[in-house]
């Protein structure tokens, strides 16, 4: 949920209870060689949009094979008890498959499912949740509302941020995304899921980067300025956040470049810049400044308005946005006597949403600006019943318990990483009569549903796909407490 456009921690996912025996590691490996290649049938979908085959009853995965295909592979990596290989041939391709729209949708991640026909697509995350399911099978699994994936009607062109790391490549300034598991940079002239804004104001400024001869950052020796272009753009209003991410905080020609910002992109209201020295694997510094404009820009939601500050969360699609707040007012039902809980609260979207309908709403998240942005956002919509605090909800949820506050109702929305045990159990304490969890990963919903489902049982679980020709998912799960 909290992620640029990679979505992979790294590590080789967990697949569901289809799958075929593996041999031992020492049997794999002597009979298998980087660089063989095999005929092989894909019979599923991995997590990560792989395709999934068996080759002497090993699991292969195979990027950018699709189920019921035979491919040609080729092996690039041997694991004790899996492979990796890429696609080489296409004997039989799926009727599924289409041509994506980027020709580098393959080098880097955000595009991993663009050569799947998008009901497919829809189909796939719904089975993403059953696999996570099958695989740790939470208490009455076998028997959840389990929801066609709810998707776009046009699934491009929706996010509405970016962060595009700058090189000099060939002689000339490039923007883009880096391979997978690399530092190898891919210029982006296009890219068909963001909001055209946001390439048409990167684009740009890249270019005056390039004219002006402001130094780019040199990451083999540590030397130059501009590391990062970050461009957020807000699809209710058409404002524009641009943020020039610089290894110090000298900027070179920055009068010059402020002045064809001003002139030629006036949706261009807000420019800062962040402070990020050294080779880090963080994006962001700690050390944020305005240049031009102002601190925020201002999005709409179901006719509320948030200000945003350039390091605050907010969902990257905002049409399945509201789609998703929706979904979840629908699920918690509140009355207008009922107190809410809103963790993991960012700008407040969630909770600031359904404060018309509840009598009180607390919200909670580890970054202050968040925070800030929050409480400024109640008070940019005269909400007056909501109030947000800066600490990790697990330990600021048991001193609420603590000081004699009972929630009646609690919408959690945790990042990738699922719940803390401690939440976990202070929620099951507390044990308000509604529940909603939103997951933008279905694997540590699973785990989590495992210990909640000891005081809730499951009413359904609804797939959203916010990040149409990507392999997340995002879903909606109502609970009702167990008496």
């Known amino acids: 949920?909290?992620?640029?456009?990679?979505?992979?921690?790294?590590?080789?996912?967990?697949?569901?209870?289809?799958?075929?025996?593996?041999?031992?590691?020492?049997?794999?490996?002597?009979?298998?060689?980087?660089?063989?290649?095999?005929?092989?049938?894909?019979?599923?979908?991995?997590?990560?949009?792989?395709?999934?085959?068996?080759?002497?009853?090993?699991?292969?995965?195979?990027?950018?094979?699709?189920?019921?295909?035979?491919?040609?592979?080729?092996?690039?990596?041997?694991?004790?008890?899996?492979?990796?290989?890429?696609?080489?041939?296409?004997?039989?391709?799926?009727?599924?498959?289409?041509?994506?729209?980027?020709?580098?949708?393959g080098e880097v991640g955000g595009f991993e499912l663009e050569h799947l026909d998008y009901p497919a697509q829809l189909k796939f995350k719904q089975d993403v949740v059953r696999q996570a399911l099958e695989k740790y099978r939470p208490a009455g699994y076998r028997h959840y509302d389990l929801r066609p994936t709810i998707g776009m009607a046009d699934p491009y062109e929706y996010r509405n941020k970016a962060q595009f790391q700058v090189r000099m490549l060939d002689g000339h300034v490039a923007a883009g995304l880096y391979k997978e598991n690399s530092h190898d940079l891919v210029d982006l002239p296009t890219c068909s899921v963001q909001m055209p804004v946001t390439m048409e104001v990167m684009r740009q400024v890249v270019a005056w980067l390039e004219a002006l001869q402001v130094p780019i950052y040199d990451e083999a020796h540590?030397?130059?300025?501009?590391?990062?272009?970050?461009?957020?753009?807000?699809?209710?209003?058409?404002?524009?956040?641009?943020?020039?991410?610089?290894?110090?905080?000298?900027?070179?020609?920055?009068?010059?470049?402020?002045?064809?910002?001003?002139?030629?992109?006036?949706?261009?209201?807000?420019?800062?810049?962040?402070?990020?020295?050294?080779?880090?694997?963080?994006?962001?510094?700690?050390?944020?400044?305005?240049?031009?404009?102002?601190?925020?820009?201002?999005?709409?939601?179901?006719?509320?308005?948030?200000?945003?500050?350039?390091?605050?969360?907010?969902?990257?699609?905002?049409?399945?946005?509201?789609?998703?707040?929706?979904?979840?007012?629908?699920?918690?039902?509140?009355?207008?006597?009922?107190?809410?809980?809103?963790?993991?609260?960012?700008?407040?979207?969630?909770?600031?949403?359904?404060?018309?309908?509840?009598?009180?709403?607390?919200?909670?998240?580890?970054?202050?600006?968040?925070?800030?942005d929050a409480n400024d956002n109640a008070k940019l919509n005269n909400i007056t019943n909501a109030h947000y605090e800066v600490g990790e909800a697990e330990v600021l949820l048991p001193q609420w318990l603590a000081s004699g506050f009972a929630p009646d109702a609690m919408v959690v929305d945790p990042p990738r990483t699922g719940l803390d045990q401690v939440l976990i159990d202070a929620i099951l304490q507390s044990a308000p009569e509604k529940l909603v969890y939103i997951s933008c990963n279905p694997s540590t919903l699973a785990q989590d549903l495992r210990e909640l489902t000891r005081g809730y049982q499951v009413d359904y679980i609804q797939s959203i796909d916010m990040f149409p020709q990507t392999a997340r998912c995002e879903a909606v799960v109502r609970f009702t407490k167990r008496h």
């Open 1 to 105: 949920m909290k992620s640029n456009y990679s979505h992979s921690n790294g590590q080789r996912p967990h697949h569901n209870q289809r799958r075929r025996p593996s041999q031992p590691a020492e049997r794999v490996q002597a009979s298998v060689s980087i660089g063989q290649r095999f005929p092989l049938t894909i019979k599923h979908l991995g997590i990560n949009g792989e395709g999934i085959g068996y080759y002497k009853h090993v699991i292969t995965f195979v990027k950018g094979a699709l189920p019921g295909e035979v491919v040609v592979a080729e092996v690039t990596a041997v694991h004790p008890r899996y492979l990796e290989a890429s696609l080489r041939t296409l004997r039989r391709p799926s009727p599924d498959r289409v041509d994506p729209r980027d020709d580098y949708a």
């Open 222 to 372: 540590n030397s130059g300025i501009v590391k990062t272009v970050v461009v957020r753009a807000a699809a209710a209003t058409g404002e524009v956040q641009l943020v020039l991410i610089t290894n110090t905080p000298k900027l070179p020609k920055k009068h010059q470049l402020l002045m064809k910002i001003a002139e030629k992109l006036p949706m261009v209201v807000s420019v800062m810049q962040n402070v990020n020295v050294g080779k880090t694997s963080l994006i962001w510094g700690d050390q944020t400044t305005l240049l031009a404009g102002k601190t925020t820009i201002t999005e709409e939601l179901d006719g509320l308005a948030f200000n945003l500050s350039a390091r605050a969360f907010f969902q990257l699609n905002p049409q399945q946005t509201k789609k998703l707040y929706r979904l979840a007012r629908e699920a918690l039902d509140l009355a207008p006597n009922e107190t809410l809980v809103d963790a993991y609260s960012g700008v407040g979207t969630i909770g600031l949403s359904l404060a018309d309908v509840a009598k009180e709403v607390r919200g909670m998240d580890t970054i202050p600006a968040a925070v800030a």
